[in-house]
Nanobody
Framework: QVQLAESGGGLVQAGGSLRLSCAGSGTRFSFYAMGWYRQAAGKQRELVAVRASDGSTNYADSVKGRFTISRDNAKNSVYLQMDSLKPEDTAVYYC?????????WGQGTQVTVSS
């Protein structure tokens, strides 16, 4: 059974940092694009950052220069370093792994940024 498990969320003051981790199991994710999405209360889920299997990355404009996505294929893991956090970054953050018609989600981790 393929699973993605996020960790690292929490409460932080504006300007602070958090590092999210996502560990995959049940398959090898080397050929998957792995990324992070978020969903704030009352809003649609949106892309935060994605790192493709070839190493290319894509970031939402709102997080460029503040967030950094990385992955460790040997550990089947993807990470999101979040710096200079803002209250508007408050959301549930979801890990995602996608390849062809396969699409997997983690259960989500709450990130709350206080002003």
């Amino acid at each position: 059974q393929v699973q993605l498990a996020e960790s690292g969320g929490g409460l932080v003051q504006a300007g602070g940092s958090l590092r999210l981790s996502c560990a995959g199991s049940g398959t090898r994710f080397s050929f998957y694009a792995m990324g992070w999405y978020r969903q704030a209360a009352g809003k649609q889920r949106e892309l935060v950052a994605v790192r493709a299997s070839d190493g290319s990355t894509n970031y939402a404009d709102s997080v460029k220069g503040r967030f950094t996505i990385s992955r460790d294929n040997a550990k089947n893991s993807v990470y999101l370093q979040m710096d200079s956090l803002k209250p508007e970054d408050t959301a549930v953050y979801y890990c995602n792994a996608r390849a062809y018609s396969l699409n997997y989600w983690g259960q989500g981790t709450q990130v709350t940024v206080s002003s």
